[in-house]
């Protein structure tokens, strides 16, 4: 069975940069053909897809989100990270890992059928 587990700070402060890790349990990240992905949901909000690392190490992030999103991954751990800078409090979110199959252009965006397995989610808020 794939598990995935998001961890991380649940407070951060305006400006500074926001560090999750996603630990994959059950399958290796490197696995061809998938993609591990970083969503989040706002408060009252729906769910906002944010950027993926492939099994080959090439990222993919949405581009209202580029200029401030970093993905890696640590394969020899089997986690993947996301890096969110300049945070403001409208990147106050419920952040979620999830594993997608398919190529670039098929497993971008929050169709939940693009999707097999997800974390549970860590809440994050961003308040002085």
């Known amino acids: 069975q794939v598990q995935l587990q998001e961890s991380g700070p649940g407070l951060v402060k305006p400006s500074q940069t926001l560090s999750l890790t996603c630990t994959v349990s059950?399958?290796?990240?490197?696995?061809?053909?998938?993609?591990w992905s970083w969503i989040r949901q706002p408060p009252g909000k729906g769910l906002e897809w944010m950027g993926a690392i492939a099994y080959s190490g090439a990222t993919i992030y949405s581009p209202s989100l580029k200029s401030r999103a970093s993905v890696s991954r640590d394969a020899f751990r089997n986690q993947f990270t996301l890096q969110l800078s300049s945070v403001t409090p409208e990147d106050t979110a419920v952040y979620y890992c999830?594993?997608?199959?398919?190529?670039?252009?098929?497993?971008?965006?929050?169709?939940?059928?693009?999707?097999?397995?997800w974390g549970q989610g860590t809440q994050v808020a961003v308040s002085s």
């Open positions: 999830a594993r997608a199959r398919g190529n670039p252009y098929t497993v971008v965006g929050v169709d939940q059928r693009i999707y097999d397995f």
């Open positions: 059950g399958a290796s990240i490197t696995w061809n053909g998938y993609y």
